[in-house]
């Protein structure tokens, strides 16, 4: 089955003759890098543009009573957002495109590409000083409510089209409002603080307003889309990351607190009909990108307003990519991570040798002597990454390439009965079969890298057995624990952000 995925794609070089201490000083390196988070600040040019930083990825089959036949997709950005951030907040790049991608054929070419693109309007709320007209500093200027944003002195809008065929040059159509027609859509204020918005329970009502039924061209059925400020909903452990690894691999699966509990991301939700999302299968595979124009040219002296601090131009080049959970993150070489982010599933065979010779077990066997698995190439890697497990998540058609794949036919499992470590775990409804928010991604992925697979003695799929992962069965993990709890029972899913002030 290798030869057959890999026939004809090019390797990169591995990285041999590394001793031990070299392994170990690289692992607390690798770790630190990639422990940000799903996707957080994980590429040297992405770390510098926050506003355009994906950081993680979500797409599963909504498990909100009722809406059997819906997928949800979540897109979410900027990352490490303190609650606090002000006076600016966090607006998403006016002077940018974001993406989130399906290819529902199997060739690793996006067919469907939903595209958001925003506008940050000033209105300019002014007071009388001294007889003098002066603009205020601050976003809003008194208190915001549902259905009250007098005091709302910057609104954020934005707009959405379905691409049909390539994102660039194929057929775009707008999504509307169903209640009016409209194509423009209002993005929530962030959650400056209870004062300006009453309590917490006050936002979550005033950000409610801001879920909208849509209308999607050539689809049936109305979907739905949210795009605001969230809690992040990643977990992980990173402190004990920078104290040279101060974790336990093997102990309890909650002894670590979240250290992203105090952070906010913003989040670009969509829920839609899966009959609109597959074409004659029903796997598909999603990933969401952000570009910027090629060039941009600084504007010291910019006129009074927003957004006239530059001035784009040229053709958009892709700067942050993000499909399957940590691979940019613990798969992907230092000095190969701008590119991945620059890179489309297509091309992914430039990267195959950090899935088939993985430095990740490797730095886990130096660091915790836990015995890394010895069969390459990694097939079982390839299956979970690149091609999809045979009867549960891969396409008819394969294309070896790194993205999230979903079967739409799997039945949701809905809240309470989700299993946190997914397919691992005794549920078909988790990841890697797509990633719902209460899927522990980081445990999982610690047993896979670990040859969880080759425990399941199907060497026919996955290249491997038992005897060739001797620790593929230990309950690897970060001790940061989350499972579906942490999360609503309906979409947009993603809980209510953190308040700057209370």
């Given at each position: 089955?290798?030869?057959?995925?890999?026939?004809?794609?090019?390797?990169?070089?591995?990285?041999?003759?590394?001793?031990?201490?070299?392994?170990?000083?690289?692992?607390?390196?690798?770790?630190?890098?990639?422990?940000?988070?799903?996707?957080?600040?994980?590429?040297?040019?992405?770390?510098?543009q926050p506003k355009v930083?994906?950081?993680?990825?979500?797409?599963?089959?909504?498990?909100?009573?009722?809406?059997?036949?819906?997928?949800?997709?979540?897109?979410?950005?900027?990352?490490?957002?303190?609650?606090?951030?002000?006076?600016?907040?966090?607006?998403?790049?006016?002077?940018?495109?974001?993406?989130?991608?399906?290819?529902?054929?199997?060739?690793?070419?996006?067919?469907?590409?939903?595209?958001?693109?925003?506008?940050?309007?000033?209105?300019?709320?002014?007071?009388?000083?001294?007889?003098?007209?002066?603009?205020?500093?601050?976003?809003?200027?008194?208190?915001?409510?549902?259905?009250?944003?007098?005091?709302q002195n910057v609104a954020?809008?934005?707009?959405?089209?379905?691409?049909?065929?390539?994102?660039?040059?194929?057929?775009?159509?707008?999504?509307?409002?169903?209640?009016?027609?409209?194509?423009?859509?209002?993005?929530?204020?962030?959650?400056?603080?209870?004062?300006?918005?009453?309590?917490?329970?006050?936002?979550?009502?005033?950000?409610?307003?801001?879920?909208?039924?849509?209308?999607?061209?050539g689809c049936n059925g109305?979907?739905?889309?949210?795009?605001?400020?969230?809690?992040?909903?990643?977990?992980?452990?990173?402190?004990?990351?920078?104290?040279?690894?101060?974790?336990?691999?093997?102990?309890?699966?909650?002894?670590?607190?979240?250290?992203?509990?105090?952070?906010?991301?913003?989040?670009?939700?969509?829920?839609?009909?899966?009959?609109?999302?597959?074409?004659?299968?029903?796997?598909?595979?999603?990933?969401?990108?952000?570009?910027?124009?090629?060039?941009?040219?600084?504007?010291?002296?910019?006129?009074?307003?927003?957004?006239?601090?530059?001035?784009?131009?040229?053709?958009?080049?892709?700067?942050?990519?993000?499909?399957?959970?940590?691979?940019?993150?613990?798969?992907?070489?230092?000095?190969?991570?701008?590119?991945?982010?620059?890179?489309?599933?297509?091309?992914?065979?430039?990267?195959?040798?950090?899935?088939?010779?993985?430095?990740?077990?490797?730095?886990?066997?130096?660091?915790?002597?836990?015995?890394?698995?010895?069969?390459?190439?990694?097939?079982?890697?390839?299956?979970?990454?690149?091609?999809?497990?045979?009867?549960?998540?891969?396409?008819?058609?394969?294309?070896?390439?790194?993205?999230?794949?979903?079967?739409?036919?799997?039945?949701?499992?809905?809240?309470?009965?989700?299993?946190?470590?997914?397919?691992?775990?005794?549920?078909?409804?988790?990841?890697?079969?797509?990633?719902?928010?209460?899927?522990?991604?980081?445990?999982?992925?610690?047993?896979?890298?670990?040859?969880?697979?080759?425990?399941?003695?199907?060497?026919?799929?996955?290249?491997?057995?038992?005897?060739?992962?001797?620790?593929?069965?230990?309950?690897?993990?970060?001790?940061?624990?989350?499972?579906?709890?942490?999360?609503?029972?309906?979409?947009?899913?993603?809980?209510?952000?953190?308040?700057?002030?209370?």
């Amino acid at each position: 089955m290798y030869r057959a995925i890999t026939k004809g794609l090019p390797r990169r070089p591995g990285v041999g003759g590394t001793s031990r201490t070299a392994l170990a000083a690289a692992a607390l390196a690798l770790f630190a890098a990639g422990a940000q988070a799903s996707s957080h600040r994980e590429a040297p040019f992405i770390a510098g543009q926050p506003k355009v930083d994906g950081t993680d990825f979500y797409m599963f089959n909504s498990y909100e009573p009722g809406r059997q036949g819906y997928v949800t997709l979540v897109a979410d950005y900027i990352p490490l957002q303190d609650a606090y951030g002000g006076p600016n907040y966090f607006k998403l790049d006016a002077n940018a495109l974001y993406e989130i991608h399906i290819d529902n054929v199997g060739d690793a070419r996006e067919h469907l590409t939903f595209q958001f693109r925003f506008q940050n309007t000033l209105k300019d709320i002014a007071l009388n000083v001294g007889g003098k007209s002066v603009a205020i500093p601050l976003v809003q200027s008194g208190g915001i409510s549902a259905g009250n944003t007098a005091n709302q002195n910057v609104a954020e809008t934005y707009t959405v089209d379905l691409v049909r065929g390539d994102r660039r040059s194929g057929q775009h159509s707008p999504i509307t409002n169903a209640a009016n027609g409209a194509s423009v859509f209002t993005k929530p204020t962030d959650f400056i603080g209870t004062k300006t918005f009453g309590s917490v329970t006050g936002y979550a009502a005033y950000a409610a307003q801001y879920v909208y039924n849509i209308n999607i061209p050539g689809c049936n059925g109305t979907g739905r889309m949210f795009v605001g400020q969230r809690k992040d909903p990643f977990v992980v452990a990173l402190g004990q990351v920078f104290d040279l690894v101060n974790l336990n691999p093997l102990g309890p699966n909650n002894a670590n607190a979240d250290v992203l509990a105090d952070k906010n991301v913003t989040a670009l939700e969509l829920e839609v009909p899966a009959s609109c999302l597959v074409a004659g299968d029903p796997v598909i595979g999603a990933w969401t990108t952000a570009s910027m124009r090629q060039a941009r040219v600084l504007v010291p002296e910019a006129v009074h307003g927003l957004e006239h601090s530059e001035k784009p131009g040229g053709a958009w080049s892709q700067v942050s990519r993000l499909g399957m959970p940590l691979v940019n993150e613990v798969v992907i070489g230092i000095g190969d991570k701008d590119s991945f982010n620059a890179s489309q599933p297509k091309d992914d065979a430039q990267f195959l040798t950090y899935v088939t010779n993985p430095t990740l077990p490797a730095l886990i066997q130096a660091l915790f002597n836990a015995p890394a698995p010895t069969k390459f190439p990694r097939q079982d890697l390839i299956v979970a990454f690149l091609t999809g497990v045979p009867g549960l998540n891969q396409q008819k058609t394969v294309t070896p390439s790194e993205m999230l794949r979903l079967n739409t036919a799997t039945p949701a499992v809905p809240k309470g009965m989700q299993k946190n470590l997914g397919v691992i775990g005794g549920d078909a409804a988790g990841f890697p079969n797509g990633r719902r928010p209460g899927d522990d991604v980081v445990d999982i992925s610690l047993r896979v890298a670990m040859g969880v697979l080759c425990t399941l003695n199907q060497p026919s799929v996955f290249g491997c057995s038992a005897a060739d992962a001797a620790a593929g069965s230990a309950a690897l993990t970060d001790g940061a624990y989350v499972d579906d709890s942490h999360f609503d029972a309906a979409f947009p899913y993603l809980i209510t952000p953190l308040p700057g002030s209370m």
